[in-house]
């Protein structure tokens, strides 16, 4: 019985620790994020866009928003990846035309946004999403590649820092209490 009182409480401890040390557990869902296209420049020719875009993940449960000046400019989603090349808005999806529009992203898959207009969309005026999984799909706990090479780095026959002896240390033990868990369960 106090072996499992113990057990609970390293448990307990790793499920404090863990996010610090970059694990990420089954079911620790991440809340999804709120994209503002073009960051503080907004929907507008002079953003960069695709740089922007570059940047960022998204994933199923995110959220973009595209602000912009209604009176000037409006949003409409294609089909396809060659009418978003072509910048062919003559048959959209839907449009978008509030100066302040919220798309949650709710399916894998890529969606295409440009602009109305032909012309701003040849500027560069557009967006395509690739959208990933969500990450509360995962089923088990995922270790940083990090991890793998700090443990070896803490049994390997040179002498490294205190740091990271204490982190191999720690690992070490982690695995081991982990193993001993997975037997007894």
Do not use: N
Not at 12 to 26: F, Q, T, Y
Request: with cysteine; charged share 20%.
């Amino acid at each position: 019985m106090a072996v499992m009182t113990v057990l609970k409480m390293v448990i307990m401890a790793l499920v404090v620790i863990a996010p610090s040390l970059g694990l990420k557990w089954a079911g620790g869902a991440q809340q999804p994020h709120h994209h503002v296209v073009g960051d503080d420049r907004g929907w507008d020719p002079s953003s960069d866009i695709s740089t922007w875009s570059s940047r960022r993940s998204f994933r199923v449960g995110d959220k973009i928003w595209f602000a912009y000046s209604a009176a000037q400019e409006s949003i409409v989603e294609l089909k396809s990846k060659d009418e978003y090349e072509s910048c062919d808005v003559t048959s959209p999806i839907k449009m978008y035309t509030d100066g302040l529009d919220s798309i949650e992203l709710v399916e894998e898959g890529i969606r295409y946004f440009v602009s109305s207009k032909p012309e701003s969309c040849k500027k560069g005026l557009k967006l395509h999403v690739e959208v990933m999984p969500s990450d509360t799909e995962m089923s088990e706990v995922t270790v940083p590649e990090t991890f793998i090479s700090t443990v070896a780095d803490a049994v390997a026959p040179t002498t490294p820092s205190g740091s990271v002896q204490l982190y191999g240390s720690f690992m070490l033990l982690f695995i081991g209490l982990w193993l001993c868990t997975s037997v007894a369960i």
